[in-house]
């Protein structure tokens, strides 16, 4: 594992990606959270962790939900998505800063494998889920991504290297962090990946 300024440059800097500058993953983006956002009553709190350039943000507001928040590492991606017109802060997953038991839904797509500690992200997760609140989570599976970018993706198991188990392993980091996997989806429109939806255990 990398010392967290390192970390920091990589996912800012040197990885720095923006989703809405991509096709692919614009429309990705768009398919997730149709089939498992829309489902949410409209006057839910809803967390984007991880918001990026706020392509998901954008998303939440076309399908009607008021109450949203994001969060970026990256102070470029948090001022870009804050034009959609929700709250968006500028800080790190594992240092989410709210109170806990604020948000119905936790929602995070293409973001755990890059975290610097996953389980530690998915815990400030847990902190900010109200009791009854869910965690709607996207990550590449089985993940083949440069390990420098998805330094994350050993310790939630999903890493390619490791084999694919149908998302044993993950399911297993979640329990640990807290979550109880309800549901999941595989899907390869943007890139394999696996949809998880978790109730906070």
């Known amino acids: 594992m990398t010392d967290f300024a390192d970390y920091k440059r990589r996912q800012t800097v040197e990885f720095r990606s923006t989703e809405s500058d991509v096709p692919r993953w614009r429309e990705g983006q768009t398919r997730f959270v149709d089939a498992w ?3 949410y009553l409209r006057d839910r709190r809803l967390l984007d962790a991880a918001c990026g350039d706020g392509v998901g943000l954008r998303e939440l507001r076309r399908l009607g939900f008021e109450r949203c928040a994001g969060v970026d590492l990256c102070a470029t991606k948090a001022r ?13 997953l594992h240092a989410l800063p709210w109170a806990a038991g604020t ?7 293409h973001t755990l494998e890059h975290a610097h500690d996953p389980r530690a992200a998915l815990l400030e997760m847990r902190r ?30 999903t890493a390619a290297d490791l084999g694919d188990d149908g998302g044993a392993r993950l399911g297993a980091v979640l329990g640990m962090c807290g979550w109880r996997v309800m549901e999941t989806r595989r899907d390869s429109f943007r890139e394999p990946e696996i949809w998880v939806r978790a109730a906070a255990a």
């Open 37 to 39: 956002l829309s489902c």
């Open 80 to 92: 870009n998505a804050r034009a959609h017109g929700y709250p968006v802060a500028l800080a790190d």
């Open 103 to 109: 948000f119905d839904v936790v929602y995070s797509s």
């Open 128 to 157: 900010v889920a109200k009791p009854s609140g869910e965690l709607v989570l996207v990550v590449p599976f089985p993940d083949p991504g440069d390990s420098r970018a998805h330094c994350g993706k050993w310790d939630l198991g």
